[in-house]
């Protein structure tokens, strides 16, 4: 293949744009950022875990504080019948006195027992609920954080893609000069060589494999009209002369 030495020096200059456009979109992948949306996220997603087993645990406290206060109204409410029936002095019958007696005492024991229960359940769901409120304001604070981090990405977005554009439209009228079949080549080679295709000769070395043309190779290049397009004998890319090849 041939082509004006002035067309390969203009590969030169779309395989410099498109290193910058992959630099500025590897950029664009590994911004901070993400990283750090990525962590906070997972913590999101623990505090949430946490917060709905919070949630939970006051809810059962809730309504097992519920049961317990209607135990102690019952017991409450049938002590306070007792009385009233040993009071009133209906019950005349000794025994009948004595069982009465004996019932309200036994209540009394037993509504003690439901009013520690109570006790019991509310400061476990005191516990809850400040557990909750806890988790509900740490919650606040990693969303708080995803924001900030999410809008530092999105400043830093709109700057990196401002400079592709800008890079890739350079690109289209630096690439639209190059011979088509050139620039066929170069794109082929691009795609296979880890983008790529065309390297500079500076200095007796191809910039594309950093390796050093040997005697052979480098006569070959003296040799060869300046509109031959070359190939790299190491690489296989396409080697461009410029003033700095040192032949």
Same mark, same amino acid.
């Given at each position: ?6 067309? &390969?020096?203009? %590969?030169? $200059? +779309? ?5 910058? /456009?992959?630099?500025? *979109?590897?950029? =664009? ?46 017991v409450r409410q049938r002590a306070a019948r007792d ?27 037993? &509504?003690?027992? %439901?009013? $520690? +229960? ?5 400061? /476990?769901?005191?516990? *809850?609920?400040? =557990? ?10 990693v969303q708080a954080r995803i924001d900030d981090a999410a ?97």
């Amino acid at each position: 293949m041939n082509a004006a030495p002035a067309d &390969q020096i203009r %590969l030169l $200059d +779309v395989q410099a744009l498109d290193v910058r /456009r992959q630099q500025l *979109a590897h950029r =664009r992948n590994s911004l901070p950022e993400l990283a750090e949306i990525e962590t906070l996220q997972k913590d999101l997603a623990q505090l949430r875990d946490l917060l709905v087993a919070a949630q939970t645990e006051e809810s059962d406290c809730a309504r097992e504080q519920t049961k317990a206060e209607q135990d102690v109204d019952q017991v409450r409410q049938r002590a306070a019948r007792d009385q009233q029936r040993l009071d009133s002095g209906a019950v005349t019958s000794p025994k009948d006195l004595e069982n009465l007696q004996h019932e309200i005492v036994s209540l009394a024991r037993r &509504q003690g027992d %439901l009013e $520690d +229960v109570v006790l019991d359940v509310m400061e /476990r769901r005191e516990s *809850a609920q400040q =557990r909750v409120a806890e988790l509900t304001e740490r919650l606040a604070s990693v969303q708080a954080r995803i924001d900030d981090a999410a809008g530092r990405r999105d400043t830093a977005y709109e700057e990196l893609d401002g400079e592709i554009s800008s890079v890739g439209k350079e690109r289209e009228v630096i690439a639209a000069s190059v011979p088509a079949d050139l620039l066929g080549l170069y794109e082929k080679l691009r795609g296979q060589q880890g983008g790529i295709g065309a390297a500079k000769l500076y200095q007796r070395r191809c910039e594309g494999c950093r390796l050093e043309l040997n005697i052979t190779e480098l006569n070959d290049v003296r040799s060869a009209a300046p509109d031959t397009v070359l190939r790299c004998e190491n690489c296989r890319r396409i080697l461009v002369r410029t003033a700095e090849s040192g032949l």
